[in-house]
């Protein structure tokens, strides 16, 4: 039956041209609408003003821990999809009029596959670490906003002075200022390398989509805020802009670009899109020649092994091919072994002693106890049918032995929960050892990936990592730190909860804090870690 002129004209109509707009970052608690005749308080812009206010304050009284709430937190939403640039085509990356600056309204409690919930310990972050994003990608993005309405016609239109222009006028430059002194708190960022990042635009953007990522965990929050999605689109659409010319398609910012979605990705649950991002990866490096010949004076290929390295750890999968050869340059200060450094995957010639007095001595026995069992469970496993004559039996009788009596030693010690004033560092240190030990004492990889078995373990080292001083990386136990997140995040990895998110965005924090200096050793801690999960897998 054919449309009636009417309806016709009506689906011309239909938002014709309309283009949505960026964020608008928070205002004050008391505004005031000016205008200088009536129908200025019907424009576009000055209801979005109004209704962005409106939803600030509705959002800042809004009960956060409602009974009702937390059934609602329980639906997930879909995965957010970043489809990498290498494979497939974006849209235009236009998203709609929602103020990205206000909280996510998704998930903010994690349930896990057996239906524990994780209840988060909301942490503090920056002031202002929303506003500067949405400010950021205004800046960035952001069009000019129109007078006449979008159904008009265009040669109608002017450019009219609202304060979303005031916004988008922002100096960029100031902008960037801004950031980088408020995310160093974050990410104990090298100052070199944090102003290389952020003095292109596209790479910038895509460190505010990794920080937005942050501050949705340290919200409490299991999938994407509407900011995060924000921020990741327009990145991708800047990244498939520049793969379009020959250059854009390995040039470094690029790679740099891509790597920080990655990060982004291994906080979430949708491995695929870790999948096409390391694949794009590996293509630009194969194309470049390999990891030696990237730049940023061999930083980027170094950046690019940690953060590659990790997301390996996490799935339990075998370490990319491309990276078999490459040892990050040794910097000057690795020649001096650093307490930060020292872990139960990293211990040079077998001390500890640089420890000493950075924990308790409980916290620093059970170091030393993971590190000799991380020791003996590679020499007892990893060798050939030729070399294994050369042990004998009794030899590894005594190993065999050594393990379950360090797990049986694991179980006696005290929790410090109840404690008049709990280390928390101990405790986590503690149940990470049990994860730890659990593990390489099962028979099989099935077992290991079967995350019931850690369920009860995880939610309390969940619980005890969130009492920590996080925010400092534990200062000069860093590598410990690293080595806690990474027993976490591999036993969590099996679920889709919050533990997971949690434990593997701060695994790749510690990471990222040692490897600016500290590369080599960092890659092979990560080494150690696949070395052993690969064992576990054979054994």
Partial sequence: ??????????????????????????????QFVIAN??????????????????????????????????????????????????????????????????????????????GILYQPILQSAPEGSRNIASRIIASIT???????????????????TTRDNVVSQESLAELREQYISHTDIIFHHEPQWINTVCSYRMSFLSHVSMMCTYQDLAEGFLGDSALTECAKSKVLSMITDSMRTQAGQTEDFTILSILYLLISEIGGHNERAIDVHQEGLMRIVHERGGLSNLGLDGSLATFLTVVVLNSTVLRGLLE????????????????????????????????????????????????????????????RWDYTSDAFTSISQQQLAIWDNYLQQTLFNLQKLPSSVNDAAPDWIYESC?????????????????????????????????????????????????????????????????????????????????????????????VEAQRNMLRVQALVGVK
């Fill in 142 to 160: 952001a069009e000019p906003v129109r007078s006449a309405p979008a159904t008009l016609d265009h040669a109608s239109e002017f450019p009219f």
């Fill in 37 to 114: 005749r009536p129908e200025d308080f019907k424009s576009n812009a000055m209801m979005r003003q109004v209704r962005s206010h409106v939803m600030y304050q509705h959002r800042s009284v809004s009960p956060s821990g409602s009974v009702r709430s937390l059934d609602r937190s329980t639906r997930r939403r879909p995965d957010t999809r970043t489809p990498s640039p290498t494979t497939t085509s974006l849209s235009d990356g236009i998203i709609d009029e929602t103020d990205y600056s206000l909280m996510p309204g998704q998930n903010s409690h994690g349930m896990d596959d057996f």
């Fill in 320 to 379: 990319p091919t491309p990276f078999h050869s490459f040892t990050p340059p040794r910097s000057i200060s690795e020649f001096t072994v650093q307490p930060r450094l020292i872990s139960p995957l990293y211990a040079p010639h077998g001390d500890l002693t640089p420890l000493y007095g950075t924990c308790s001595p409980r916290t620093h026995g059970i170091i030393s106890d993971m590190h000799n069992v991380t020791r003996i469970f590679t020499a």
């Fill in 1 to 30: 039956m054919p449309e009636s002129p009417r309806s016709e004209s009506r689906s011309e109509r239909k938002r014709v041209g309309r283009k949505r707009l960026p964020p608008l970052p928070p205002g004050p608690k008391l």
């Fill in 430 to 522: 503690r149940l990470a050892a049990l994860i730890y030990c659990i593990s390489l004492e099962e028979a099989s990889q099935q077992n290991l990936d079967a995350g019931n078995i850690y369920t009860p373990l995880l939610a309390a080292l969940y619980s005890a990592l969130q009492r920590t001083d996080l925010d400092s990386c534990w200062g000069e136990l860093c590598g410990v730190l690293l080595w806690v997140s990474l027993v976490g995040g591999r036993a969590a990895w099996p679920s889709v909860s919050l533990p997971r998110k949690f434990f593997a965005l701060h695994s790749v924090r510690a990471s990222l804090a040692l490897s600016s200096r500290y590369g080599e050793a960092v």
